[in-house]
């Protein structure tokens, strides 16, 4: 097959991108995206600054015009993301306890219904862990109001659509050895055990000189599919572009019968949150990047 979408869809995985609605204007943008992608998440726009700005009033205009354009060019669609510590609205950062943990379930509950079957699987929480050695929960807001948030948030989502796939999504849990994938292992198993809905777990999988790729990467995702859950990889970049490396990914995935896709952070360079990298697999001008055969290449078997 000679576009990533298609070289994924061989083994029924799908090949995704971050699509960010600012750019849906620029046809060199959307040329590309339409041409190789068939899932899209949306890079800011489903996030809860972007979907609740005010308390109560719910705002699904740019998550919509991404959603959209997705659907109409024939692709599936994850959700991201629905709690999380970062890009809070203001109302939501003030608050704490019972309140902020009320305001969680609304939102989830609140975008959940607006997409109500039509997305295939959603980032319930993401981000819950803690950087460094510890282990531990992050502090955050919504931590602090209690261990239980992320179960709540998951029971939640599943009430609100019971057809999406339900994920826990984090970065730097692509490392077997490293403490923060072990914590998130011992948190699924945990849900699994108790029958907490889980379906998925994300790994961003931003590899930088700070979280370089692991040829153990391929462990942590048969470990975590071992427990029972569906993994995928949600938002890869890759500093310098490494074309060995994106191979190596690529692989890692379809080693596992239960990886069900890739979504790079991203289209060209210049898209990137971390442009400086050029960690993505096309160039500013459109033109494809040598880590771009290799993905394909590694698609197609080779
Ligand atoms: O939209 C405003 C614009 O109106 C304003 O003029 C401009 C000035 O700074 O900011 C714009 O918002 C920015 C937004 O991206 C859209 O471009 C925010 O400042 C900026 O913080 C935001 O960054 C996003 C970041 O998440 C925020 O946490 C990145 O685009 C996005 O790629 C990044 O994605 C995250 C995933 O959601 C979770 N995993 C890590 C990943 C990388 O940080």
């Given at each position: 097959?000679?576009?990533?979408?298609?070289?994924?869809?061989?083994?029924?995985?799908?090949?995704?991108?971050?699509?960010?609605?600012?750019?849906?204007?620029?046809?060199?943008?959307?040329?590309?995206?339409?041409?190789?992608?068939?899932?899209?998440?949306?890079?800011?726009?489903?996030?809860?600054?972007?979907?609740?700005?005010?308390?109560g009033?719910?705002?699904?205009?740019?998550?919509?015009?991404?959603?959209?354009?997705?659907?109409?060019?024939?692709k599936?669609?994850?959700?991201?993301?629905?709690?999380?510590?970062?890009?809070?609205?203001?109302?939501?950062?003030?608050?704490?306890?019972?309140?902020?943990?009320?305001?969680?379930?609304?939102?989830?509950?609140?975008?959940?219904?607006?997409?109500?079957?039509?997305?295939?699987e959603?980032?319930?929480?993401?981000?819950?862990?803690?950087?460094?050695?510890?282990?531990?929960?992050?502090?955050?807001?919504?931590?602090?109001?209690?261990?239980?948030?992320?179960?709540?948030?998951f029971?939640?989502?599943?009430?609100?659509?019971?057809?999406?796939?339900?994920?826990?999504?984090?970065?730097?849990?692509?490392?077997?050895?490293?403490?923060?994938?072990?914590?998130?292992?011992?948190?699924?198993?945990?849900?699994?055990q108790?029958g907490?809905p889980?379906?998925?777990?994300?790994?961003?999988?931003?590899?930088?000189?700070?979280?370089?790729?692991?040829?153990?990467?391929?462990?942590?995702?048969?470990?975590?599919?071992?427990?029972?859950?569906?993994?995928?990889?949600?938002?890869?970049?890759?500093?310098?572009?490494?074309?060995?490396?994106?191979?190596?990914?690529?692989?890692?995935?379809?080693?596992?019968?239960?990886?069900?896709?890739?979504?790079?952070?991203?289209?060209?360079?210049s898209?990137?949150?971390?442009?400086?990298?050029?960690?993505?697999l096309?160039?500013?001008?459109?033109?494809?990047k040598?880590?771009y055969?290799?993905?394909?290449?590694?698609?197609?078997?080779?």
């Amino acid at each position: 097959e000679s576009t990533l979408g298609a070289a994924a869809a061989q083994s029924d995985r799908y090949f995704g991108v971050a699509i960010a609605s600012g750019r849906l204007g620029d046809s060199v943008y959307t040329n590309i995206a339409n041409r190789e992608f068939n899932s899209v998440t949306a890079e800011n726009e489903m996030k809860i600054d972007a979907t609740q700005p005010q308390r109560g009033q719910f705002n699904f205009t740019a998550g919509d015009r991404v959603y959209n354009w997705a659907v109409q060019n024939g692709k599936q669609v994850r959700g991201h993301t629905l709690a999380w510590h970062s890009q809070q609205p203001g109302w939501m950062q003030s608050l704490s306890g019972g309140e902020l943990r009320q305001a969680m379930i609304d939102h989830i509950n609140g975008v959940m219904t607006h997409y109500r079957g039509r997305i295939v699987e959603w980032d319930v929480v993401n981000e819950a862990f803690a950087d460094g050695g510890s282990g531990a929960r992050r502090d955050s807001n919504l931590q602090r109001t209690g261990n239980d948030w992320i179960e709540v948030a998951f029971r939640t989502a599943r009430a609100a659509d019971p057809a999406a796939k339900l994920c826990y999504n984090d970065y730097n849990v692509e490392n077997w050895n490293a403490a923060k994938t072990q914590a998130m292992y011992a948190m699924v198993r945990d849900f699994k055990q108790r029958g907490v809905p889980i379906d998925c777990v994300g790994f961003q999988a931003h590899f930088n000189e700070g979280n370089p790729y692991n040829s153990n990467f391929r462990t942590t995702l048969e470990s975590f599919a071992a427990l029972g859950v569906d993994v995928s990889v949600t938002e890869l970049d890759i500093q310098g572009a490494s074309p060995t490396t994106y191979a190596n990914v690529t692989n890692d995935c379809l080693a596992v019968a239960r990886c069900v896709g890739i979504t790079v952070w991203g289209v060209r360079d210049s898209d990137s949150w971390r442009s400086h990298h050029t960690p993505l697999l096309f160039n500013n001008d459109g033109s494809k990047k040598p880590a771009y055969d290799a993905v394909l290449n590694a698609l197609n078997g080779g």
